[in-house]
């Protein structure tokens, strides 16, 4: 079972990503396909379910898209001209296939499948609450939350079900449901998890990036906007949009790390920010070195950025090897320092001799950012300088981000020079919040009404953290282990 990097460990990982296909003749297959385009997204789980118009027909899985979902006895079972799928990362619970989506309920309005990119923040309390008069759950997961809403709510029809559950629970969500009636997409009111449309002859299909249209040859036509259900019916598609509009606030790491660099993100090209975002680096913090070097392969559009705007030539210093996984060691705490040079080995030739500086996308534990430093200075560079395109990362995220506790967090515990200490680095400068913004075309972040959600950053939470205010309080009774989407 190929699954994540065991040594990549020390990176913000973003928790999942959907894809939904309506009225195609090969629904799972290109499902399938697109999930595959986005398995950077989730690289723990995967499952895909698919609807024949009388069943509806699951297959999840452990384990890598590849492996699981390319054989044709497996995509021979999701039969249907309709389908939805999701990849997966585990986070603080167990990982386990019940905890796998999309997820699946027998409703009085018939059969109901859901995939869920983001996280309830408030899904431990309706939990306890639905828990309480009677409801019983399967998994730990927070999206079952969702689905209990929806089979209690009082409402008639499902989609008034949905608003209705929808309107109980706070955070992130971009949703898919699979229903007998159709296929509904949806946003949060912040937009803060990403959801586009796109159209491939009369097949309508919906993803978390734009690169999984690409992949199977569909036009990119929009975005699902915040606060927003898409509701497709055979050929009908219908706009609802139920909730009361607020500024929107998509998450701002989207765009220095969790999207591919060949995605659109709200219309703007990832590659494109990332490389002015180097560009940002260089004019806030430059440094007088031989070769700008990335860390692969997080930093590289940045890193071209930097060197474009610095005019220093940019250089391969560190080669990835993209052939480490869980099939291969299993190390135990002996060797496990090794593993950084299992995914990356210096470029010694080049280096040796040099003044270099490392452009990566974050430092969250720092431990990576420490091997490689060390890396540099045994493959011989006479100065190791280290430039992050983000600003310090000090916060938590509640929104589908699987990000260490804040005290796991290196610059929560430390300011610049004693995180420069402890890599061991030269030198070591982050960029600020308004160069991220300026990379994004804002003049500058505002601060009364912030254009991204950029909590881990800046610690301000564009919703309340009801789960995370009672725990620490000690008055939430957790119910089982918290699983994020």
């Known amino acids: 079972m190929l699954t994540t990097d065991p040594f990549d460990d020390d990176k913000l990982r973003e928790e999942c990503g959907i894809f939904g296909v309506y009225n195609t003749e090969d629904a799972s297959a290109m499902v399938a396909l697109g999930l595959h385009a986005l398995q950077h997204r989730g690289q723990e789980a ?182 927003e259900l898409v509701v497709v019916r055979g050929t009908e598609i219908q706009s609802h949009k139920p909730f009361i509009p607020i500024s929107q606030r998509p998450c701002i790491f989207e765009h220095v790390y969790f999207s591919r660099p060949d995605s659109i993100v709200e219309g703007i090209s990832v590659y494109s920010v990332r490389k002015a975002i180097g560009a940002e680096l260089a004019r806030e913090n430059g440094v007088d070195v031989d070769y700008v070097i990335p860390v692969p392969d997080s930093g590289t559009p940045a890193a071209i950025g ?42 010694r030739n080049l280096v040796a001799g040099k003044r270099i500086v490392l452009i990566d996308d974050s430092i969250v534990r720092g431990t990576t950012s420490l091997k490689i430093v060390q890396m540099m200075r045994e493959a011989g560079a006479a100065e190791v300088h280290m430039r992050i395109a983000s600003p310090p990362t000090m916060n938590s995220c509640f929104y589908g981000v699987d990000t260490p506790e804040r005290s796991k967090l290196l610059a929560s515990r430390m300011d610049v020079e004693e995180m420069r200490q402890f890599i061991q680095a030269d030198s070591l400068a982050f960029l600020s919040i308004d160069g991220l913004y300026r990379a994004l075309g804002e003049d500058s972040r505002h601060a009364g009404k912030p254009q991204y959600c950029d909590a881990c950053f800046t610690g301000d939470y564009p919703t309340t953290l009801t789960d995370h205010e009672e725990h620490e309080a000690g008055d939430l009774i957790m119910l089982g282990e918290r699983k994020l989407a």
């Open 306 to 347: 930097y060197a474009e705007a610095a005019k220093i030539p940019f250089e391969l210093g560190i080669i990835r090897s993209h052939y480490v996984g869980r099939t291969f060691i299993q190390p135990g705490d002996g060797v496990r320092h090794l593993g950084v040079k299992l995914k990356h080995n210096a470029n």
């Open 46 to 227: 995967a499952g895909i379910t698919s609807f024949d118009d009388h069943d509806f027909h699951t297959h999840r899985a452990m384990g890598h898209v590849a492996g699981n979902f390319d054989r044709e006895e497996i995509i021979g079972g999701l039969v249907g001209r309709c389908a939805i799928g999701h990849v997966r990362y585990s986070t603080t619970g167990e990982t386990s296939l019940r905890n796998v989506q999309p997820l699946y309920a027998d409703l009085a309005t018939g059969g109901f499948a859901i995939a869920h990119n983001g996280n309830i923040s408030n899904a431990m309390t309706v939990r306890r609450d639905l828990v309480r008069r009677g409801s019983i759950f399967q998994s730990t997961s927070d999206t079952e939350v969702i689905i209990h809403l929806v089979a209690t709510s009082g409402y008639r029809t499902l989609l008034d079900r949905l608003i209705d559950a929808l309107k109980r629970v706070e955070g992130a969500y971009s949703l898919l449901c699979l229903t007998t009636e159709g296929m509904i997409a949806c946003r949060d009111p912040l937009g803060i998890r990403p959801l586009v449309m796109g159209k491939l002859g009369e097949t309508i299909i919906f993803a978390s990036e734009t690169v999984a249209l690409d992949i199977v040859g569909a036009e990119y036509i929009r975005s699902v906007e915040p606060g």
